[in-house]
């Protein structure tokens, strides 16, 4: 989309409006006159608005009263599946919902600020592997603590490296290929840490065979203690993606989102309106790099294991189609697809794995020439604008008492 008026449409201008006055602008319950026509049920809806507000907003896909009920009631079933659902089933969908995180990491990134990255997947793995080596050298209460501190590490070194890439200068070309280098680097350097030189504490880094021996997540002490394994870990990778989701709405719906989409429409114009074009893309690329050893971590969790494969081409190359199929400006269309092509991805992967590498190739191919908007989005797209399209309802008890 062209940025000329786009910039006012996201910062505010004579055809648009500031993000501080949407999220200020809402109806009060009490503001509403009680006249003829006018119902309890308007300001219930009026109160469902109000709470909602700072959600919404034409960053994301979803806003009308009736999509929250839907979401709270999707919420509800993931949440009620566990205990209903096999263990190996559960335990299954807990560990394809890991790579949401991952998928919505590029989401942020790509979708959002315009910086198209094959790195995060070296977020993801550098992650599973400073949580394996603190885990292992800590008692297992502590696990939790050492999950937290794989990912203030990665967002630590993301913020070095993404200092080097906004404030170096790289232009955005470059910054997929230095990106991919240092996702391949970081592959390259594992493989070569096989035997007992390359062991930290407890914890032996494995070389091209992995870690292994990684702990499951723990939380409390003794007979407290809660051991995310099979249908605790579902629960715990849905909790973290609800607050996930909604934190990212939260976010691009806010001022900070309205910089990230003017950073991707246009950076110059937006650098020209006094804005620091190279911190915004180095907060959100941090925060890319959080999501994504979020993932790794939870990953490392679940198998207990992680090895340098996790950063290779083909992983660097997964999370790209995921978001390019789902639609990339969409974090529930990012979310669908992450979990619908993982699980094609594993039934592919079962009979011959050569399959799941070409259905992921023919995938591309259709969602570039076809629906570049991604496959998810251009549905969602569709369903609003029938539900624009439809008449409204006529308020016949109003027209009465008019008359």
């Known amino acids: 989309m062209g940025f000329g008026g786009g910039l006012d449409r996201h910062l505010g201008g004579d055809d648009g409006f500031h993000p501080v006055a949407a999220q200020r602008f809402h109806w009060s319950a009490d503001a509403i006159p009680q006249g003829k026509g006018v119902t309890i049920d308007m300001a219930h809806k009026s109160r469902l608005r109000t709470m909602l507000a700072a959600f919404n907003g034409p960053q994301t896909v979803g806003s009308s009263p009736t999509y929250w009920i839907g979401f709270l009631a999707v919420v509800c079933l993931v949440f009620a599946y566990p205990f209903f659902g096999e263990n190996y089933a559960v ?42 080596i603190m885990s292992i050298n800590v008692a297992p209460e502590y696990s939790m603590l050492a999950a937290l501190a794989a990912i203030v590490v990665i967002m630590l070194l993301s913020a070095f490296i993404g200092y080097v890439i906004f404030y170096g200068g790289i232009s955005s070309l470059y910054i997929a290929i230095f990106t991919l280098m240092l996702t391949l680097l970081a592959e390259t350097l594992l493989n070569r840490t096989s035997g007992p030189t390359f062991t930290i504490g407890q914890a032996s880094l494995g070389g091209s065979n992995g870690m292994v021996g990684i702990p499951p997540l723990q939380f409390g002490w003794g007979d407290w203690a809660v051991i995310f394994v099979d249908k605790p870990f579902f629960w715990l990778v849905a909790t973290l993606l609800l607050f996930v989701f909604l934190g990212l709405r939260l976010l691009l719906n806010s001022n900070w989102g309205y910089l990230m989409v003017a950073t991707r429409e246009d950076p110059l114009r937006t650098q020209l309106f006094g804005y620091d074009v190279r911190w915004i893309q180095l907060v959100t690329y941090i925060i890319a790099a959080g999501l994504g050893g979020l993932g790794g971590v939870l990953f490392a969790s679940w198998n207990n294991f992680i090895s340098p494969a996790s950063m290779g081409m083909t992983a660097a190359t997964l999370p790209i189609i995921w978001v390019a199929a789902g639609g990339r400006s969409s974090i529930l269309a990012v979310v669908i697809a992450t979990f619908a092509l993982q699980w094609i991805n594993q039934q592919l992967a079962y009979s011959s794995g050569q399959y799941s590498l070409l259905f992921f190739a023919v995938l591309l191919l259709v969602t570039v020439m076809i629906f570049p908007k991604g496959i998810v989005s251009t549905v969602e797209n569709w369903i609003s604008r029938r539900q624009s399209a439809a008449p409204a309802p006529v308020d016949h008890e109003a027209l009465q008492g008019g008359e």
């Open 91 to 132: 335990s299954n969908n807990g560990f394809l919902l890991v790579w949401t995180f991952l998928g919505l990491s590029v989401c942020i990134l790509w979708g959002y600020t315009g910086i198209f990255s094959f790195g995060q997947t070296a977020f993801f793995g550098l992650a599973g592997y400073a949580y394996g």
